[in-house]
């Protein structure tokens, strides 16, 4: 599916910037669309540029006529695959669904045209497409790589490469220099406001020294030399974890400098594409064999190891249980690799996954359910599919108990107080006093008995006394039980302002004021001064005059018997605080006091008779 997010991973975060840069300055002239699927436009930057995308397979591919020939999409692709993003949008899901059915439309013609088609036709295709790419040129050279001379020149340049890349990346990194001339020349530089742009101009400058080692490494996968890519990968990392300090640090930006680089390097191989690239080449099987083997030598005995060193491992693993040539040989090669638990069953659940084998992929998703909520979904989902109702009962319960939020409504959808009592009425207990839910509390009532119904209301009274939200929730049930006792210790109890939703507090005290009113009348004449004195840190103005001329027209509504003693008590607070101006237009609002009187007419002067 094409997004942002595609062009993000197609492009360097510079690229993608300046990209965006040339999109909103719009830069994009002529965008058209010959084809549901594909796409052309000039784009100026310092030139006008041709550029092109099409959408295949559910990708997206770009074509540009500038020099720009670094990793990743040019600035002017960026631009015009941000156009097409907002212009095309919403058909391009519909658009590239038809493309990718009519490529499996054609696969069976393909198929067939290919057996019927002579040699000689084939060798001829053969030869355009692989001079047509570099890359599929190298991957052709390394298949049946038992044929292919050992000093191939590619494979000696990567070895030479490989030589030396810890000494460069260990001069490189070394040398960078962070001071006040590389602050002030940076884009990100501002004299009143460094906050976080030290350090993120330190990081862009060291993406830049790591976007040749980034290339160089994606060039071996690409190629097709698996084994060479890893021993670069881990190479690299390791040396860069190494590097100790640049040569100067003004500013003091980097806690731990080698961490830093690590972390930023992985982050620009990964929106580069790795590791999923390692595996996109074709593979002869030596090398995939060859690969397999050095990961388990490697992982078995690792000659140095970094921060998060499993963690950093892991996708590149999980990428080739993920293949479903790699899968099957996975386990055997790294049988003596130094992995946690929990690392060797998420390859399994791969593993079972990619090969498939449902048990195996059941059995490995068992043992991550209490630590992995969406592994606990996909199980869910799959003992549900199958149909096996005990099996998915026991997962339920477990990932309930780990996570009721997000499993709750799963079990309310899925069983009944009939298939699952215990579970269900958990479920449904939850859910109303997270939600605060009226309705569920009466499906739940019939499932309790009289001392769970008690025990239910208390907790969410302790819940609202404790953190002061669903308070009317709390209020309300202790007046279904008519709990009058409880209702009024627990109303008078709180601190008023404190809860945040007004609307809360003044159904809670509409619920006392319904049936205990007159000791809700007496803390209102001794609460409301108090709060206008200064109680619990009150600040006098419009919210506080508000709120308090709310909680007596609410209480008036609610107990039309104490009318005469609220607005007794509104006209006291009237007389009491004369000053405040804003309270008296609060209890006039609230038709509390009586309406202002007009000032009376003053009498016209008398104009002056002429003489």
Request: proline fraction near 8%; aromatic fraction near 4%.
């Given at each position: 599916m094409f997004t942002r997010q595609t062009l993000r991973r197609l492009a360097s975060d510079k690229v993608f910037d300046r990209g965006q840069d040339l999109y909103e300055a719009g830069a994009v002239k002529k965008l058209e669309r010959p084809g549901p699927t594909r796409f052309l436009a000039r784009v100026k930057g310092t030139y006008s540029y041709n550029t092109m995308a099409w959408l295949a397979s559910g990708d997206v591919e770009f074509s540009c006529d500038c020099p720009y020939d670094f990793e990743g999409i040019c600035k002017h692709c960026v631009a015009l695959g941000l156009a097409i993003l907002d212009k095309y949008g919403a058909s391009l899901p519909a658009a590239a669904a038809a493309e990718t059915a009519a490529a499996n439309a054609h696969a069976p013609a393909l198929a067939a045209a290919w057996a019927d088609r002579p040699e000689a036709d084939k060798l001829r295709f053969l030869h355009q497409a692989l001079a047509k790419s570099d890359d599929l040129a190298r991957q052709f050279l390394a298949f049946g790589a038992a044929s292919v001379p050992t000093a191939a020149p590619a494979v000696t340049t990567a070895a030479d490469l490989l030589d030396t890349l810890a000494e460069r990346l260990t001069d490189t990194l070394s040398a960078l220099v962070f001071d006040e001339d590389f602050w002030e020349q940076s884009q990100a530089y501002d004299a009143y406001d460094e906050s976080d742009s030290l350090y993120t101009a330190g990081l862009e400058e060291i993406s830049t020294e790591l976007e040749l080692f980034v290339r160089e490494l994606l060039g071996l996968a690409r190629a097709g030399q698996l084994v060479l890519a890893l021993r670069y990968w881990a190479t690299a990392s390791l040396a860069i974890f190494q590097v100790e300090e640049p040569a100067l640090d003004d500013f003091g930006i980097f806690g731990d400098y080698g961490t830093d680089v690590l972390e930023r390097w992985e982050t620009d191989l990964q929106a580069a594409g790795w590791p999923q690239v390692l595996l996109a080449a074709v593979l002869p099987p030596t090398e995939l064999a060859a690969a397999l083997r050095w990961l388990g030598e490697y992982l078995a005995s690792p000659p140095g190891q970094w921060t998060n060193f499993e963690g950093s491992w892991l996708p590149l693993l999980l990428a080739f249980a993920a293949d479903a040539s790699a899968a099957p040989q996975l386990a055997d090669a790294l049988q003596n690799a130094k992995l946690s638990p929990e690392a060797r069953t998420r390859l399994t659940l791969q593993t079972a996954r990619t090969l498939p084998d449902e048990a195996a992929w059941a059995a490995a998703a068992a043992t991550l359910l209490p630590t992995d909520a969406t592994v606990a979904q996909q199980l869910l989902y799959f003992y549900h599919s199958k149909g096996e109702g005990a099996a998915r009962l026991r997962t339920a319960e477990k990932a309930f108990a780990t996570w009721p939020d997000r499993f709750g409504g799963f079990v309310l959808d899925i069983f009944t107080p009939e298939t699952a009592p215990a579970l269900y009425r958990a479920a449904l207990r939850h859910r109303a006093l997270a939600n605060h839910s009226l309705p569920d509390f009466a499906l739940l009532g019939p499932l309790l008995s009289a001392a769970e119904v008690a025990g239910f209301v208390q907790a969410a009274v302790d819940r609202a006394r404790a953190s002061h939200h669903g308070v009317a929730f709390a209020a309300d049930l202790l007046a279904q039980q008519?709990?009058?006792?409880?209702?009024?210790?627990?109303?008078?109890?709180?601190?008023?302002?404190?809860?945040?939703?007004?609307?809360?507090?003044?159904?809670?005290?509409?619920?006392?004021?319904?049936?205990?009113?007159?000791?809700?009348?007496?803390?209102?004449?001794?609460?409301?001064?108090?709060?206008?004195?200064?109680?619990?840190?009150?600040?006098?103005?419009?919210?506080?005059?508000?709120?308090?001329?709310?909680?007596?027209?609410?209480?008036?509504?609610?107990?039309?018997?104490?009318?005469?003693?609220?607005?007794?008590?509104?006209?006291?607070?009237?007389?009491?605080?004369?000053?405040?101006?804003?309270?008296?237009?609060?209890?006039?609002?609230?038709?509390?006091?009586?309406?202002?009187?007009?000032?009376?007419?003053?009498?016209?002067?008398?104009?002056?008779?002429?003489?």
């Open positions: 008519a709990d009058t006792n409880s209702l009024r210790k627990f109303v008078l109890g709180l601190e008023w302002l404190n809860v945040s939703r007004p609307d809360e507090m003044e159904r809670a005290l509409a619920r006392l004021a319904a049936l205990n009113p007159l000791p809700l009348m007496l803390e209102l004449e001794t609460r409301l001064p108090a709060y206008l004195a200064g109680r619990a840190n009150a600040k006098r103005g419009h919210v506080l005059y508000q709120r308090l001329a709310s909680w007596l027209a609410t209480t008036r509504h609610a107990a039309p018997r104490l009318t005469e003693p609220v607005l007794r008590l509104a006209g006291e607070l009237r007389e009491e605080f004369r000053t405040l101006h804003g309270l008296r237009d609060a209890l006039r609002l609230a038709d509390l006091l009586p309406p202002a009187e007009l000032p009376p007419e003053k009498a016209k002067p008398k104009g002056r008779r002429g003489k």
